[in-house]
T-cell receptor, first 113, second 116 residues
Framework: AQSVAQPEDQVNVAEGNPLTVKCTYS??????LFWYVQYPNRGLQFLLK????DNLVKGSYGFEAEFNKSQTSFHLKKPSALVSDSALYFC???????????WGAGTKLIIKP | GAVVSQHPSWVICKSGTSVKIECRSL??????MFWYRQFPKQSLMLMAT?????????EQGVEKDKFLINHASLTLSTLTVTSAHPEDSSFYIC????????????FGPGTRLLVL
């Protein structure tokens, strides 16, 4: 069965430090992977995606993610965290025949000044 | 680009009434639109997938007669919660996907529904 796991419910990082939000997946075939961010009481915003090509994908707001096929991971990273990065982050993989997304449970990222 | 709007952003209604939520892709044509429901502090639950001009495909456990979805054009999909009950209170989010080869879904800001 296809699935996405975000093993951390919450990640706490001090402002200015690097951050990592973890995501692992299980999917048959080549994965199409996505990261979205949700700010309080708002819809989701697309951050980045991996379809093919370079394993390091750069996205919005200075975020990047590294696709690791052998570890079936797609961790989200940022070199220097900002307080404004505090939000809920979702990892997703495309599954099904109608471009449906399979979602991780979400990770709450808290950046402390 | 790739902006999706939802209307209304929030709604309060009495139990037994019906509520319509609109989802529009403002600057692209959406061949496929998705409707999600999100409970507090939880991930998104896909309710249904709709392709323009055809009937929506509902996920298991989602009542199609209760959650009516219409995707009448390439820029508009509507979700009608019929005979709403307090347990239907939730955050409803739509997303839209441009035609192939784009794989990305773009999300609306969500509609918060409170049924009294």
């Amino acid at each position: 069965a296809q699935s996405v796991a975000q093993p951390e419910d919450q990640v706490n990082v001090a402002e200015g430090n690097p951050l990592t939000v973890k995501c692992t997946y299980s999917v048959s075939g080549n994965p199409y992977l996505f990261w979205y961010v949700q700010y309080p009481n708002r819809g989701l915003q697309f951050l980045l995606k991996y379809i093919t090509g370079d394993n390091l994908v750069k996205g919005s707001y200075g975020f990047e993610a590294e696709f690791n096929k052998s570890q079936t991971s797609f961790h989200l990273k940022k070199p220097s965290a900002l307080v404004s990065d505090s939000a809920l982050y979702f990892c997703a993989v495309r599954g099904g025949s109608n471009y449906q997304l399979i979602w991780g449970a979400g990770t709450k990222l808290i950046i402390k000044p | 680009g790739a902006v999706v709007s939802q209307h209304p952003s929030w709604v309060i209604c009495k139990s037994g009434t019906s509520v319509k939520i609109e989802c529009r892709s403002l600057d692209f044509q959406a061949t496929t639109m998705f409707w999600y429901r999100q409970f507090p502090k939880q991930s998104l639950m896909l309710m249904a997938t709709s392709n323009e001009g055809s009937k929506a495909t509902y996920e298991q456990g989602v009542e199609k007669d209760k959650f009516l979805i219409n995707h009448a054009s390439l820029t508009l999909s509507t979700l009608t919660v019929t005979s709403a009950h307090p347990e239907d209170s939730s955050f409803y989010i739509c997303s839209a996907k441009p035609g192939t080869p784009s794989e990305t879904q773009y999300f609306g800001p969500g509609t918060r529904l409170l049924v009294l």
